[in-house]
T-cell receptor, first 117, second 112 residues
């Protein structure tokens, strides 16, 4: 079955420290992968996406993610975290129904990031 | 920001009453989605639409219906609301296969 796993429910880091949020997916075909960020009371904002090509993708706000097919992972990284990065982060995989041709996302359950001053 | 408007933004209602949430887009995108967000579950797909009058069920569609009579509007209806449908509901739109989804700001629905 298709699924996305974010194994860390909560992560706490100090401001200025590096960050890595984990995401593992299960999908039989070539995946389309996404990371979104959600601030309290807000909708989801796209951070970055991977469709094909270079496995290291750059996103907004200084984030990057690396696609590793052998590990079925798409981990999100940032070299130096800012207090404003405190939010909830969601990984998603885009899946295609080969019969109907329709396309939809499967989301992970999210990782809530806390940043210490 | 993508032109997506959800209405209402907040609603409190009683068990057994009908509720309709509206998603309006100004992007002329083909694909529209309704999700619910609950703690510990992330976002779960309720229904989606791939064109006018073309809709399909998601993973948590029981108790919900949708309609899309024109490109810009996607309505989500709870025919008889239950307390288990208390949640935050998000609408999303997407232009094409290799385009990401863009989300509205959500509707917080409380059913007492």
């Amino acid at each position: 079955a298709q699924s996305v796993t974010q194994p860390d429910i909560h992560i706490t880091v100090s401001e200025g420290a590096s960050l890595e949020l984990r995401c593992n997916y299960s999908y039989g075909a070539t995946p389309y992968l996404f990371w979104y960020v959600q601030s309290p009371g807000q909708g989801l904002q796209l951070l970055l996406k991977y469709f094909s090509g270079d496995t290291l993708v750059q996103g907004i706000k200084g984030f990057e993610a690396e696609f590793k097919r052998s590990q079925s992972s798409f981990n999100l990284r940032k070299p130096s975290v800012h207090w404003s990065d405190a939010a909830e982060y969601f990984c998603a995989v885009g899946t295609t129904n080969t019969t109907s041709g329709t396309y939809k996302y499967i989301f992970g359950t999210g990782t809530r990031l806390k940043v210490l001053a | 920001d993508a032109g997506i408007t959800q209405s209402p933004r907040h609603k409190v209602t009683e068990t057994g009453t009908p509720v309709t949430l509206r998603c309006h887009q100004t992007e002329n995108h083909r694909y529209m989605y309704w999700y619910r967000q609950d703690p510990g579950h992330g976002l779960r797909l309720i229904h989606y639409s791939y064109g006018v009058k073309d809709t399909d069920k998601g993973e948590v569609s029981d108790g919900y219906s949708v309609s899309r009579s024109k490109t810009e509007d996607f309505l989500l209806t709870l025919e008889s609301a239950t307390s288990s449908q208390t949640s935050v509901y998000f609408c999303a739109i997407r232009g094409g296969v290799l385009q990401p989804q863009h989300f509205g700001d959500g509707t917080r629905l409380s059913i007492l």
